[in-house]
Nanobody, 116 residues
Framework: QVQLVESGGGLVQPGGSLRLSCAAS????????MTWYRQAPGKERELVAR????????NYADSVKGRFTISRDNAKNTVYLQMNSLKPEDTAVYYC?????????WGQGTQVTVSS
């Protein structure tokens, strides 16, 4: 069955870094667009970063541009989110999403907390 398993979340001080991973299985990872979303308490889920399956083009939310980098390794069926210069407002549950046409898969999320 389809699985997306996020890992790498945790507690980090402001200015610190984390790398999230999302391991995929049960579908042809290389032909799916992969996206990281996040949801903070009391807020709606928002797109953080997306990477195309066709040409690797990336898109970022304005709030993370220059600090976060999304990448994918099709050989390992894994998408990553490198997060640098973390701020308290980056605190949220981060979700991995795979999408192709009408197929849409989600992971269970990983908590990221930025606090001193």
């Amino acid at each position: 069955q389809v699985q997306l398993v996020e890992s790498g979340g945790g507690l980090v001080q402001p200015g610190g870094s984390l790398r999230l991973s999302c391991a995929a299985s049960g579908f042809t990872f290389s032909i799916y667009a992969m996206t990281w979303y996040r949801q903070a308490p009391g807020k709606e889920r928002e797109l953080v970063a997306r990477i195309s399956w066709v040409d690797g083009i990336t898109n970022y939310a304005d709030s993370v541009k220059g600090r976060f980098t999304i990448s994918r390794d099709n050989a390992k069926n894994t998408v990553y989110l490198q997060m640098n210069s973390l701020k308290p407002e980056d605190t949220a549950v981060y979700y991995c999403n795979a999408r192709r046409n009408f197929e849409d898969y989600w992971g269970q999320g990983t908590q990221v907390t930025v606090s001193s």
